[in-house]
């Protein structure tokens, strides 16, 4: 598994988790940006969390 899919994948669960965390997730979908910045499904996902 990629670094950047496992970041992205625990981003997804922090906001759907019963105790959700936005913060957290948008840190988790930074750093999946930041280890690989080809990886498009993040880029959305982190607008959307912040909005």
């Known amino acids: 598994m ?3 899919f496992a ?3 625990l981003g997804r669960l922090n906001t ?3 105790a959700s ?3 957290q997730a948008i840190l988790h ?3 999946a940006i930041r280890l ?3 990886y498009l499904d993040a880029f959305p996902y982190r607008l959307l ?3």
């Open 29 to 31: 979908c930074n750093e």
């Open 21 to 23: 965390d936005p913060e």
């Open 2 to 4: 990629k670094p950047a």
């Open 49 to 51: 969390i912040t909005t």
């Open 16 to 18: 759907r988790s019963f």
């Open 36 to 38: 690989d910045p080809n």
């Open 7 to 9: 970041h992205f994948s």
